[in-house]
């Protein structure tokens, strides 16, 4: 059974920074395409960040800049480093498996002004 489990979401201020990690079980995420997508209330769900097992990552350009999509392959976890968060950052971040079409549960990230 493939589960992804985030982690890592929170409140803070304006300019903080947080890391949500998503660590794979199940399946070898070092395989695929993995993203990290967000979605604010009475938004439609919105691709932040990917990346491929070969290195490619693409950025929102909301985004680009301040996040960073990273990879540790001995813990077959994903990251996302969010550095200079703004109040528009404020939303629920899931973890994706592209390839597979798995998702994670979600975790809530909060910028205050």
């Known amino acids: 059974q493939v589960q992804l489990v985030e982690s890592g979401g929170g409140l803070v201020q304006a300019g903080g920074s947080l890391r949500l990690s998503c660590t794979t079980s199940?399946?070898?995420?070092?395989?695929?395409?993995m993203g990290w997508y967000r979605q604010a209330p009475g938004k439609q769900r919105e691709l932040v960040a990917n990346d491929t097992p070969y290195g490619t990552t693409n950025y929102a350009d909301s985004v680009k800049g301040r996040f960073t999509i990273s990879r540790d392959y001995a813990k077959n976890t994903v990251y996302l480093q969010m550095d200079n968060l703004k109040p528009e950052d404020t939303a629920v971040y899931y973890c994706?498996?592209?390839?597979?079409?798995?998702w994670g549960q979600g975790t809530q990230v909060t910028v205050s002004s």
């Open positions: 199940g399946v070898m995420s070092n395989l695929f395409k």
């Open positions: 994706h498996n592209l390839d597979l079409g798995y």
